[in-house]
């Protein structure tokens, strides 16, 4: 799996987890990816996701936090249909399956 999230976001998985990737330039000027973190569920990577928007914004109210966080919710809304999403959770289960059965 490799999903465009938003700008500058992805989400990869493997036979264990779902990863939530950031894109990063590195010195040499190469685009790479970094990973924040590893989920069990596509909603606890989305909801880490939120948060970590809101951690790094840079807004001196709270309305302004809102309107940052509808509009980054907004972008990944845009870029991940409904299938998008329950194809998601159908690959997590058969990966999962696939672990219980080792």
Same mark, same amino acid.
């Given at each position: 799996?490799?999903?465009?999230?938003?700008?500058?976001?992805?989400?990869?998985?493997?036979?264990?987890?779902?990863?939530?990737?950031?894109?990063?330039?590195?010195? $040499?000027?190469?685009?790479?990816?970094?990973?924040?973190?590893?989920?069990? $569920?596509?909603?606890?990577?989305?909801?880490?996701?939120?948060?970590? @928007?809101?951690?790094?914004?840079?807004?001196?109210?709270?309305?302004?936090?809102?309107?940052?966080?509808?509009?980054?919710?907004?972008?990944?809304?845009?870029?991940?249909?409904?299938?998008?999403?329950?194809?998601?959770?159908?690959?997590?289960?058969?990966?999962?399956?696939?672990?219980?059965? @080792?």
């Amino acid at each position: 799996m490799d999903i465009k999230l938003a700008k500058g976001f992805r989400i990869t998985s493997d036979r264990y987890n779902i990863t939530l990737q950031k894109e990063f330039v590195s010195k $040499t000027g190469e685009k790479k990816w970094k990973s924040l973190g590893y989920y069990a $569920t596509f909603e606890h990577l989305a909801e880490d996701l939120i948060d970590y @928007k809101v951690r790094i914004a840079d807004v001196d109210s709270i309305n302004e936090l809102i309107k940052e966080t509808k509009k980054f919710s907004k972008e990944i809304i845009k870029n991940l249909r409904e299938d998008e999403i329950e194809d998601i959770k159908k690959e997590v289960v058969k990966e999962a399956g696939k672990r219980d059965t @080792k």
